[in-house]
């Protein structure tokens, strides 16, 4: 069975860090991008970020520019998205995804694998 699997969020103050980890199972992520998505109640969900198969590229929308980094580690057929200077606007589900290709893609449509999501909450 094809999975992805997010961790690692939790509550955290403002202008403090968290690290989410997307682990696959069931398939090797040698071959796939990987993107992270938000989503908010009532709001689309919303791409912020994405890595290609290699780590090479990294794209990020310009409201986490700067603050939040993508890495990954293929031996261990997971994906890491580093934040930092959280803000209260980000308080979402972070959700990862994977497209059938090791290039990121423009479109939501395209990601063929999804995670559960895992909840961050940035309060004081």
């Known amino acids: 069975q094809l999975q992805l699997v997010e961790s690692g969020g939790g509550l955290v103050q403002p202008g403090g860090s968290l690290t989410l980890s997307c682990a696959a199972s069931?398939?090797?992520?040698?071959?796939?991008?990987i993107g992270w998505f938000r989503q908010v109640p009532g709001k689309e969900r919303e791409e912020i970020s994405c890595?290609?198969?290699?780590?090479?590229?990294?794209n990020y929308t310009d409201s986490v520019k700067g603050r939040f980094t993508l890495s990954r580690d293929n031996a261990k057929n997971t994906v890491y998205l580093t934040m930092n200077s959280l803000k209260t606007e980000d308080t979402a589900v972070y959700y990862c995804a994977a497209p059938n290709g090791w290039l990121c893609v423009s479109s939501r449509d395209e990601y063929a694998y999804w995670g559960q999501g895992t909840q961050v909450t940035v309060s004081s």
């Open positions: 890595i290609n198969n290699s780590g090479e590229t990294t």
């Open positions: 069931g398939f090797t992520l040698d071959f796939h991008a």
